[in-house]
């Protein structure tokens, strides 16, 4: 072989690795800061996992790997974290995590933690008036945050933010107007009748009853009625539990 035909094949052979490399899977870990009050009932560790390629339609893909710890002394049912995250040449993150466990028996426990919600957020390639945009050297310096916004306690009492609060304790009371109506529909039609219904709604509105509904998917061992007997038993031991508690208070008030 000549030594010309040796230099274009090295060529040729650089070429497809670089190629290859530009196009492959990377993924990084961006260390996740707590931002949360001094005095935050929670705490939050882990990180956020940026995985990119540009050889599929979805070029960027956050999730978040971490933990939330309940250093309240008490138990904890709803929990509101603001995640904000920027990788390096990729859009940014900006969610929020609502964990509402009143429909739940699995409150996060004085002294516990538990896993954050993995969900992703993914993002297909940048484009404007047709043409990729390049985020080259968009973000030089990699970082993600989390900050609990507000939180409510198995006794009923809260902390942080009162507006936020006030919106996710309103889903909460339409969702448990919305499961006595379908337990009555249960009680009449059966899960036949519950099915019919569910059909009928937009689930969005009420993501504890959309949960249900995704994990009873093509199943037929009665798992809608058991896990709606279910929820309706748990929001009401924890009414009851957030009525006891509240109870003292309001007689001591009286005197």
Known sequence: MTRRAITTRWAILMTIQLATAGACLCQISIPLIDISSARSPVRISGSVQLRKSIT????????????????????????????????????????????????????????????????????????TNGKVLDETGANPHPTATAELIFVEFADGSTWGDRKTGNQKLLVRAETLRELK???????????????????????YQFPAIEELVNVCKNRTDQCLARGLRGMLKEAGQHEAQMKAAYKPTRLSAQR
């Open 181 to 203: 109506k379908l337990g009555q529909i249960l009680d009449e039609k059966g899960e036949p009748g519950l099915r019919e219904e569910l059909s009928h709604i937009e689930l």
């Open 56 to 127: 599929t339609p979805i070029w960027y893909t956050y999730q978040k790997d971490a933990s939330v710890k309940d250093v309240s002394g008490k138990d904890i049912v709803l929990t509101v974290i603001h995640v904000l995250a920027y990788g390096p040449d990729a859009p940014g993150l900006d969610g929020t995590s609502v964990v509402d466990r009143f429909f739940s028996p699995d409150d996060l426990k004085a002294g516990k933690d538990e896993e954050m919600d993995r969900g992703e957020m993914t993002f297909g390639a940048p484009v």
